[in-house]
Each structure stands twice: as C-alpha cells, then as structure tokens.
C-alpha cells in the first residue's frame, strides 16, 4: 500500500497526517520539533512511504535535511 505525509510545520511543534492511496487517513498526530520524535512517528510506515510534503514558512530546512537523510 503506498502511503503519503503532510507535514505543517511550526516554530515549535510540527502536526504530521498520513494518508493511503484513496486518501483514507492511517496516523495523524502533533509532535514537537524534535528529530527522534519526527522519525519514531514515521518509522512504523517508511517502507510504504511514496512522498512527504512539508508546508512551513520558515525554519523547513532541519526537517527536510531529517528526512532526506533518513530516506
């Protein structure tokens, strides 16, 4: 099954959803900006992961150096 993330990302915490090809949501969940937290909520579904998006203003370049670095 082939799973997509959204990622709004704010100054201090980050709200993250995770959504199946027919667009049926499978996690969503507020986190801090932390790495280990960021990576522990999407490690339970990385081998489906098609993509992740990132909406953020400012401040997107950690997460976005995070998850490439992470695959």
Same mark, same amino acid.
């Given at each position: =099954?082939? #799973?997509?993330? &959204? !990622?709004?990302? $704010?100054? @201090?915490?980050?709200? =993250? &959803? !995770? =959504? *199946? $090809? +027919?667009?049926?949501? /499978?996690?969503? +969940?507020? @986190?801090? @900006?932390?790495?280990?937290? /960021? #990576?522990?909520? #999407?490690?339970?579904?990385? *081998?489906? =992961?098609?993509?992740?998006? /990132?909406?953020?203003?400012? @401040?997107?370049?950690? %997460?976005? *150096? #995070? %998850?490439?670095? $992470?695959?």
């Amino acid at each position: =099954m082939k #799973l997509y993330t &959204g !990622i709004d990302l $704010h100054s @201090n915490n980050n709200y =993250m &959803g !995770i =959504m *199946d $090809h +027919r667009g049926k949501k /499978v996690f969503s +969940r507020k @986190n801090t @900006n932390d790495s280990e937290a /960021v #990576l522990e909520a #999407l490690a339970p579904y990385q *081998d489906a =992961m098609e993509g992740v998006v /990132v909406e953020s203003t400012f @401040n997107w370049y950690w %997460l976005v *150096d #995070l %998850l490439m670095e $992470h695959g």
